[in-house]
């Protein structure tokens, strides 16, 4: 069973910058593919980004492209999301997430096999 833990998360000023860590533990060996969803308020859990460990490939839903960068280290089992110029409308609990059972970049949850804790990260005007 692999296990995932965020951290990084915050307070920030709009047009400020914070950096997201997801550790990936137990089993990692089986991921093909992590990335960050993020759930805002009175809204529904919605695709960030994603990298896929084969092939290499990368994907960022419109809202952030430009702004947030995702990447890894695959020795330390670690995936990062560098968000900056950040916007109030970013508010929201940020997701790392890992697919296990097929290969391939997602973007909708339920594709998505394990999933982490959840950091909050808020963005005032």
């Known amino acids: 069973q692999v296990q995932l833990v965020e951290s990084g998360g915050g307070l920030v000023q709009a047009g400020g910058s914070l950096r997201l860590s997801c550790a990936a533990l137990?089993?990692?060996?089986?991921?093909?593919?992590m990335g960050w969803f993020r759930h805002a308020p009175g809204k529904e859990r919605v695709f960030v980004a994603a990298?896929?460990?084969?092939?290499?490939?990368?994907l960022y839903a419109d809202s952030v492209k430009g702004r947030f960068t995702i990447s890894g280290d695959s020795a330390k089992n670690i995936l990062y999301l560098q968000m900056n110029y950040l916007k109030p409308d970013d508010t929201a609990v940020y997701y790392c997430?890992?697919?296990?059972?097929?290969?391939?970049?997602?973007?909708?949850?339920?594709?998505?096999?394990?999933w982490g804790q959840g950091t909050q990260v808020t963005v005032s005007s």
């Open positions: 137990r089993r990692t060996p089986s991921i093909t593919t």
């Open positions: 990298n896929s460990r084969i092939g290499l490939s990368t």
């Open positions: 997430a890992a697919r296990a059972k097929i290969a391939g970049i997602s973007t909708i949850t339920s594709d998505y096999d394990y």
